[in-house]
Antibody
Protein backbone atom coordinates (compact mmCIF):
# COMPACT_ATOMS: atom_id res chain seq x y z
CA UNK A 1 0.00 0.00 0.00
CA UNK A 2 1.02 3.62 -0.41
CA UNK A 3 3.06 4.64 2.62
CA UNK A 4 5.61 7.18 3.83
CA UNK A 5 7.89 6.50 6.79
CA UNK A 6 10.07 9.22 8.32
CA UNK A 7 13.20 8.64 10.35
CA UNK A 8 16.21 10.52 11.67
CA UNK A 9 14.67 12.73 14.33
CA UNK A 10 16.23 13.23 17.72
CA UNK A 11 17.61 15.68 20.25
CA UNK A 12 20.34 17.99 18.97
CA UNK A 13 22.14 21.06 20.32
CA UNK A 14 21.62 24.50 18.78
CA UNK A 15 23.91 25.07 15.82
CA UNK A 16 24.25 21.37 15.05
CA UNK A 17 22.94 19.36 12.11
CA UNK A 18 20.46 16.55 11.55
CA UNK A 19 19.34 14.63 8.49
CA UNK A 20 15.79 13.39 8.16
CA UNK A 21 14.72 10.66 5.76
CA UNK A 22 11.36 9.75 4.24
CA UNK A 23 11.03 6.30 2.69
CA UNK A 24 8.23 5.87 0.16
CA UNK A 25 6.54 2.60 -0.71
CA UNK A 26 3.66 1.71 -3.00
CA UNK A 27 4.48 4.48 -5.44
CA UNK A 28 7.45 6.01 -7.24
CA UNK A 29 8.64 9.12 -5.42
CA UNK A 30 10.05 10.77 -8.57
CA UNK A 31 6.58 11.01 -10.15
CA UNK A 32 5.27 13.32 -7.43
CA UNK A 33 6.21 16.58 -5.78
CA UNK A 34 7.32 15.74 -2.25
CA UNK A 35 7.03 18.05 0.75
CA UNK A 36 8.22 18.48 4.32
CA UNK A 37 5.74 20.02 6.75
CA UNK A 38 6.45 20.66 10.43
CA UNK A 39 4.41 21.20 13.56
CA UNK A 40 5.94 22.81 16.66
CA UNK A 41 4.68 21.44 19.98
CA UNK A 42 1.07 22.48 20.54
CA UNK A 43 0.99 24.62 17.41
CA UNK A 44 -0.25 24.47 13.83
CA UNK A 45 1.17 23.16 10.58
CA UNK A 46 3.95 24.93 8.70
CA UNK A 47 5.09 24.04 5.20
CA UNK A 48 8.90 23.73 5.07
CA UNK A 49 10.14 22.62 1.66
CA UNK A 50 9.29 20.91 -1.62
CA UNK A 51 11.22 18.93 -4.20
CA UNK A 52 9.26 18.84 -7.46
CA UNK A 53 8.72 15.60 -9.35
CA UNK A 54 11.50 16.45 -11.79
CA UNK A 55 13.95 17.17 -8.99
CA UNK A 56 14.55 20.77 -10.01
CA UNK A 57 13.53 24.14 -8.54
CA UNK A 58 13.35 23.13 -4.91
CA UNK A 59 11.61 25.66 -2.69
CA UNK A 60 11.79 26.56 1.01
CA UNK A 61 10.00 28.64 3.56
CA UNK A 62 11.98 31.78 4.37
CA UNK A 63 12.93 30.76 7.90
CA UNK A 64 14.92 27.71 6.72
CA UNK A 65 16.36 29.11 3.47
CA UNK A 66 20.13 28.61 3.41
CA UNK A 67 20.06 26.22 6.39
CA UNK A 68 17.94 23.30 5.15
CA UNK A 69 18.34 21.30 1.94
CA UNK A 70 15.80 18.91 0.47
CA UNK A 71 16.98 16.09 -1.77
CA UNK A 72 16.04 12.62 -2.93
CA UNK A 73 17.60 9.30 -3.85
CA UNK A 74 15.47 7.82 -6.61
CA UNK A 75 17.33 4.50 -6.44
CA UNK A 76 16.13 4.07 -2.86
CA UNK A 77 12.78 5.85 -3.35
CA UNK A 78 13.72 8.06 -0.40
CA UNK A 79 13.67 11.79 0.28
CA UNK A 80 15.87 13.66 2.72
CA UNK A 81 15.94 16.91 4.63
CA UNK A 82 19.40 18.06 5.66
CA UNK A 83 19.02 20.52 8.50
CA UNK A 84 22.03 22.65 9.46
CA UNK A 85 22.54 25.44 11.98
CA UNK A 86 19.54 24.24 13.93
CA UNK A 87 17.71 26.65 16.23
CA UNK A 88 15.34 26.16 19.14
CA UNK A 89 12.48 27.32 16.91
CA UNK A 90 13.10 24.36 14.58
CA UNK A 91 11.82 22.05 17.32
CA UNK A 92 8.81 20.27 15.83
CA UNK A 93 7.34 17.09 14.47
CA UNK A 94 8.46 16.83 10.86
CA UNK A 95 6.12 15.17 8.39
CA UNK A 96 6.83 14.21 4.82
CA UNK A 97 3.89 14.34 2.44
CA UNK A 98 3.14 13.40 -1.15
CA UNK A 99 2.01 16.36 -3.20
CA UNK A 100 -0.55 16.67 -5.92
CA UNK A 101 -1.34 19.95 -7.68
CA UNK A 102 -4.40 20.28 -5.45
CA UNK A 103 -3.21 19.00 -2.05
CA UNK A 104 -1.01 16.66 -0.03
CA UNK A 105 -2.75 13.31 -0.15
CA UNK A 106 -0.41 10.95 1.70
CA UNK A 107 1.42 11.76 4.95
CA UNK A 108 3.95 9.96 7.04
CA UNK A 109 3.57 9.45 10.79
CA UNK A 110 6.17 12.13 11.56
CA UNK A 111 9.56 12.26 13.27
CA UNK A 112 10.33 14.51 16.23
CA UNK A 113 13.20 16.98 16.23
CA UNK A 114 14.15 18.70 19.47
CA UNK A 115 16.78 21.43 19.45
CA UNK A 116 17.99 22.06 22.97
CA UNK A 117 21.21 22.55 24.88
CA UNK B 1 -0.86 34.27 1.28
CA UNK B 2 -2.33 34.32 4.78
CA UNK B 3 -5.21 32.06 5.72
CA UNK B 4 -7.44 33.03 8.65
CA UNK B 5 -9.61 30.32 10.12
CA UNK B 6 -12.56 30.83 12.41
CA UNK B 7 -13.45 29.87 14.97
CA UNK B 8 -10.14 28.75 16.48
CA UNK B 9 -12.12 26.39 18.68
CA UNK B 10 -15.70 25.34 19.19
CA UNK B 11 -17.72 22.98 21.35
CA UNK B 12 -20.35 20.81 19.75
CA UNK B 13 -22.42 17.71 20.40
CA UNK B 14 -22.75 14.49 18.44
CA UNK B 15 -25.20 14.97 15.55
CA UNK B 16 -24.63 18.74 15.48
CA UNK B 17 -23.84 20.56 12.26
CA UNK B 18 -20.50 22.39 12.36
CA UNK B 19 -19.20 25.10 10.03
CA UNK B 20 -15.60 26.32 9.87
CA UNK B 21 -14.53 29.21 7.69
CA UNK B 22 -11.21 30.02 6.04
CA UNK B 23 -10.43 33.41 4.54
CA UNK B 24 -7.48 34.00 2.23
CA UNK B 25 -5.62 37.30 2.07
CA UNK B 26 -5.85 37.23 -1.74
CA UNK B 27 -7.74 35.42 -4.47
CA UNK B 28 -6.71 31.74 -4.59
CA UNK B 29 -9.48 30.57 -6.94
CA UNK B 30 -10.32 27.03 -5.77
CA UNK B 31 -6.80 26.04 -4.76
CA UNK B 32 -7.76 25.16 -1.21
CA UNK B 33 -7.62 21.90 0.73
CA UNK B 34 -8.95 20.86 4.13
CA UNK B 35 -7.26 18.45 6.55
CA UNK B 36 -8.31 16.75 9.76
CA UNK B 37 -5.78 16.06 12.50
CA UNK B 38 -6.64 13.88 15.47
CA UNK B 39 -4.40 14.07 18.58
CA UNK B 40 -1.05 12.36 18.05
CA UNK B 41 -1.81 11.62 14.41
CA UNK B 42 -0.69 12.96 11.07
CA UNK B 43 -3.03 15.23 9.12
CA UNK B 44 -5.54 13.51 6.86
CA UNK B 45 -6.77 15.01 3.60
CA UNK B 46 -10.54 15.60 3.57
CA UNK B 47 -11.29 17.95 0.70
CA UNK B 48 -9.34 19.38 -2.23
CA UNK B 49 -10.17 21.88 -4.93
CA UNK B 50 -12.29 23.62 -2.28
CA UNK B 51 -15.19 21.20 -2.69
CA UNK B 52 -14.06 17.75 -3.91
CA UNK B 53 -14.27 15.01 -1.31
CA UNK B 54 -11.17 12.83 -1.05
CA UNK B 55 -11.83 9.13 -1.70
CA UNK B 56 -12.96 7.35 1.44
CA UNK B 57 -14.00 10.47 3.33
CA UNK B 58 -17.58 10.31 4.66
CA UNK B 59 -20.17 12.34 2.80
CA UNK B 60 -21.10 14.29 5.95
CA UNK B 61 -18.03 16.41 5.16
CA UNK B 62 -18.43 19.09 2.50
CA UNK B 63 -16.55 22.14 1.30
CA UNK B 64 -17.54 25.25 -0.58
CA UNK B 65 -16.24 28.61 -1.68
CA UNK B 66 -13.85 30.20 -4.13
CA UNK B 67 -11.71 33.29 -4.37
CA UNK B 68 -11.05 34.33 -0.77
CA UNK B 69 -13.84 32.79 1.31
CA UNK B 70 -14.21 29.08 2.01
CA UNK B 71 -16.26 26.86 4.28
CA UNK B 72 -15.93 23.35 5.69
CA UNK B 73 -19.18 21.85 6.91
CA UNK B 74 -19.62 18.68 8.94
CA UNK B 75 -23.19 17.44 8.98
CA UNK B 76 -24.25 15.24 11.89
CA UNK B 77 -20.98 15.31 13.84
CA UNK B 78 -19.72 11.88 14.88
CA UNK B 79 -17.47 10.99 17.85
CA UNK B 80 -14.49 10.40 15.54
CA UNK B 81 -14.85 13.93 14.10
CA UNK B 82 -13.63 15.64 17.27
CA UNK B 83 -10.27 16.86 16.01
CA UNK B 84 -8.47 19.93 14.67
CA UNK B 85 -9.15 21.06 11.12
CA UNK B 86 -6.76 23.01 8.90
CA UNK B 87 -7.22 24.74 5.57
CA UNK B 88 -4.29 25.01 3.16
CA UNK B 89 -3.76 27.09 0.04
CA UNK B 90 -1.91 25.49 -2.86
CA UNK B 91 -2.23 28.47 -5.21
CA UNK B 92 1.33 29.66 -4.81
CA UNK B 93 4.53 29.15 -2.86
CA UNK B 94 5.16 29.36 0.00
CA UNK B 95 2.24 27.05 0.69
CA UNK B 96 0.41 28.11 3.82
CA UNK B 97 -2.00 26.65 6.35
CA UNK B 98 -4.66 28.28 8.43
CA UNK B 99 -4.16 28.39 12.18
CA UNK B 100 -6.52 25.49 12.82
CA UNK B 101 -9.98 25.01 14.26
CA UNK B 102 -10.35 22.62 17.18
CA UNK B 103 -13.69 20.86 17.46
CA UNK B 104 -14.30 19.72 21.02
CA UNK B 105 -17.05 17.75 22.69
CA UNK B 106 -19.67 19.84 24.47
Amino acid sequence: QVQLVESGGGVVQPGKSLRLSCAASGFTLRTYDMHWVRQPPGKGLEWVAVIPYDGTNTKYTDSVMGRFAISRDTTKNTMHLQMNSLRAEDTAIYYCARGRPSDMDVWGQGTTVTVSS
Amino acid sequence: IQLTQSPSSLSASVRDRVTITCRASQDISSFLAWYQQSPGKAPKLLIYGASTLQTGVPSRFSGSGSGTDFTLTINSLQPEDFATYYCQQVNSYPLTFGGGSKVEIK
